[in-house]
């Protein structure tokens, strides 16, 4: 189990901004798990936060040749290049504090952010770390512009960048991200533009921080002032801005991403499709953010609401009265005839729907799933019940106990059988079985 991390000491530095030339301090301090990444505008009144998620992503039409992020009035521009490097030396959780509205552009790599945050120490912390995992395969177009993620068991990149330039021409890169691959072949890559672009960036306010050092101006013959630090400098740093920009998932991602002349534009669009199919499969089954202590053997309902995504009126579990995690659970549902099911069910007659009796029983199961300490922060899906039997109805007044005994539990698979009581007799029963996913 991979664990999250933050960094050891706080640490500074200063720059200017490639695209403002605004003169920037920035500080990176520890911050707690679960955190994330999170920058404060400490220039301004109150000290506004603002977290790296692609909800608070501003419009690349509008701002564009950068990945900015903006929320009730405030900015932080130029954020790809740190957050390729938070990813590629897998820091979870920091507070960036910054004194103006863009990082500091510093070389046009992510190579000081690394020299800085390896000074200060990358320091392990005791709680997973959650990982954004595709399920299906994703891809967004524009023009010749082609970006696609598919499954993988880790993050993988691979980028064509093909141009009708003579010096842009076809560059291939294919590579795992990991801390050892990120730092030698893609965090020292500098930023480029194309010398017929510079005065129209100028006139629209862009570029006022760049320089011969920390851009890379491409004429028809090689750069202006400068020289490569590889053939194949242009397609490694556009896997930084891509690696960068991926992390606004708002956690790191396994899956193998497949780009032909992507931008930041197409990025954010993958980004923000990727983010739908992770809510939709977050729907389909019991999530947890809830932290299972050893010493817990009781829930009460703000904890259970913690773990189980239902709510009024599909939240059927009152109470957890015993709980011994990856072996068994007791939960208490309290029958009463204000639970909306009466209401359309029998209702001269009113019967609890047996449908609800095994869906109590699978939400207790998917708790007990969870408790694992391998399991936390994966989602349970109900996904099979078999050998299902009532045995007698349940009315208003009814307490149901729900008993639920681990059958089989693996690192992907639980398998329970269940047991609902009134008063100490079965009313139903069923063997019901779980996939274990992450969130």
């Given at each position: 189990m991979e664990l999250q991390h933050t960094l050891k000491h706080e640490i500074s530095l200063e720059g200017v901004g490639l695209h403002t030339g605004n003169?920037?301090?920035?500080?990176?301090?520890?911050?707690?798990?679960d955190l994330g990444i999170n920058f404060v505008r400490v220039d301004l009144e109150g000290?506004?936060?603002?977290?790296?998620?692609?909800?608070?992503?501003?419009?690349?039409?509008?701002?564009?040749?950068?990945?900015?992020?903006?929320?009730?009035?405030?900015?932080?521009?130029?954020?790809?290049?740190?957050?390729?490097?938070?990813?590629?030396?897998?820091?979870?959780?920091?507070?960036?504090?910054?004194?103006?509205?863009?990082?500091?552009?510093?070389?046009?790599?992510g190579l000081e952010f690394i020299e800085v945050i390896k000074k200060a120490g990358i320091e392990e912390q005791n709680s997973p770390r959650k990982y954004f995992l595709v399920k299906e395969p994703v891809w967004v177009a524009e023009k010749d512009s082609l970006l696609a993620v598919?499954?993988?068991?880790?993050?993988?990149?691979?980028?064509?960048?093909?141009?009708?330039?003579?010096i842009l021409r076809s560059q291939y890169i294919s590579l795992e991200i990991n801390p050892e691959t990120f730092e030698k072949e893609i965090s020292s890559f500098r930023t480029f533009v194309l010398q017929d672009e510079v005065e129209e960036l100028k006139k629209i306010g862009l570029g006022k921080g760049a320089s011969y050092d920390n851009t890379l101006v491409v004429t028809d013959d090689g750069v202006i002032k400068n020289q490569l630090r590889s053939p194949d400098e242009f397609v490694r740093h556009k896997v930084l801005d891509l690696?960068?920009?991926?992390?606004?998932?708002?956690?790191?991602?396994k899956g193998n991403v497949v780009a032909i002349k992507s931008g930041h534009t197409l990025n954010i669009k993958l980004i923000k499709k990727l983010t739908e199919q992770k809510a939709r499969y977050e729907l389909g089954g019991v999530g947890s953010n809830y932290t299972f202590k050893q010493e817990a053997k009781e829930l009460g309902i703000s904890q259970i609401m913690q773990i189980l995504p239902h709510r009024y009126p599909f939240l059927l579990v009152d109470r957890i009265i015993s709980l011994e995690g990856g072996k068994r659970a007791v939960g208490i549902k309290n029958v009463t005839i204000n639970d909306g099911f009466f209401e359309g069910h029998f209702p001269k007659r009113p019967?609890?729907?047996?449908?609800?009796?095994?869906?109590?029983?699978?939400?207790?199961?998917?708790?007990?799933?969870?408790?694992?300490?391998?399991?936390?922060?994966?989602?349970?899906?109900?996904?099979a019940a078999n050998n299902i039997k009532f045995r007698k109805t349940v009315i208003?007044?009814?307490?149901?106990?729900?008993?639920?005994?681990?059958?089989?539990?693996?690192?992907?698979?639980g398998q329970v059988h269940t047991q609902a009581l009134v008063a100490g007799k079965v009313v139903a029963e069923a063997d019901l079985m779980f996939t274990l996913g992450e969130s």
């Open positions: 003169p920037v301090k920035i500080t990176f301090k520890p911050a707690p798990v000290r506004p936060w603002l977290k790296a998620d692609v909800l608070n992503v501003l419009d690349a039409n509008r701002i564009p040749r950068r990945t900015s992020l903006g929320k009730d009035g405030f900015e932080i521009h130029t954020v790809e290049h740190l957050l390729a490097v938070l990813v590629g030396l897998g820091i979870d959780n920091l507070i960036v504090e910054i004194n103006n509205n863009e990082v500091p552009g510093l070389d046009g790599s598919f499954p993988h068991p880790s993050f993988k990149i691979s980028y064509t960048l093909d141009y009708d330039h003579p690696v960068g920009d991926m992390y606004l998932l708002g956690m790191q991602m019967v609890m729907p047996g449908v609800l009796i095994i869906e109590a029983m699978a939400q207790v199961g998917g708790v007990l799933m969870l408790s694992q300490e391998e399991h936390q922060g994966k989602i349970a899906y109900f996904i208003p007044g009814d307490q149901l106990v729900l008993e639920v005994e681990v059958v089989k539990l693996r690192s992907k698979t």
